[in-house]
């Protein structure tokens, strides 16, 4: 069950330096502290294999995490990094543009939004460059352990307010606490690098 043959790889800081193997990638990515890193050591059993903080704005470099000997994981820098925004958007933009640029071995990109809240401007940014591009992506909503009713009963809604149409794009609620929804996001992301 779940990826439970991961090891970490490589840091990268510019996209020339990435992994000289060309294997398969997995790329989560979202704002700073929605749980990135979190969903990646859950998947892979690991808890220490990607590094999770409370500090937002902690992952500078884009992590490469390879699964089962097989594919990667990407952990990306998050957006959003408010008390060093312009330094943090200034090496958000590049590194991840390069990474977006004519990358074949992308195969999905899932994009984390925090399930307790309505998405961002750089949320909005970020899912229109998205759609923009040609790359699989999915919506996974993070830490749906911490909704009651109320709040589970308007995701959707605000989804719909931020992006529009959302009916052809997949959406999954995660939790690192409950196993099931891992299983859930586990079959999807083997349906994209064909497991
Ligand atoms: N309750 C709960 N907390 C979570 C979940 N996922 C992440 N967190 C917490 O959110 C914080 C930020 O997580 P992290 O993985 O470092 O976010 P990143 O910046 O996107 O990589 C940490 O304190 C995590 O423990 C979840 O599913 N449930
Ligand atoms: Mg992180």
């Known amino acids: 069950m779940y990826f439970n043959q991961a090891d970490f790889v490589k840091s990268v800081d510019k996209i020339e330096n990435k992994p000289e193997k060309h294997l398969n990638e997995v790329l989560f990515v979202g704002k700073s502290n929605v749980g990135k890193s979190s969903l990646i050591n859950a998947l892979t059993n690991h808890s220490k294999l990607a590094f999770t903080s409370s500090k937002p704005g902690h992952t500078r470099l884009l992590n490469y995490y390879i699964i089962n000997k097989k594919f990667y994981f990407v952990d990306c820098p998050g957006y959003g990094f408010s008390s060093q925004k312009d330094l943090d958007y200034e090496f958000y933009g590049e590194l991840i543009e390069n990474y977006f640029k004519d990358n074949k071995d992308l195969k999905l990109v899932i994009f984390l939004l925090d ?63 409950d196993n099931r929804t891992l299983i859930n996001l586990e079959l999807l992301i083997n349906s994209f690098i064909g497991g």
């Open 115 to 177: 399930s307790r809240h309505e998405p961002t401007k750089d949320d909005i940014t970020f899912f229109n460059f998205l759609k923009e591009t040609n790359y699989n992506f999915v919506l996974v909503m993070t830490k749906c352990d911490k909704l009651n009713q109320s709040m589970r009963s308007k995701i959707e809604k605000n989804l719909i307010a931020a992006f529009g149409d959302i009916d052809d794009i997949e959406v999954l609620l995660t939790s690192i606490k």
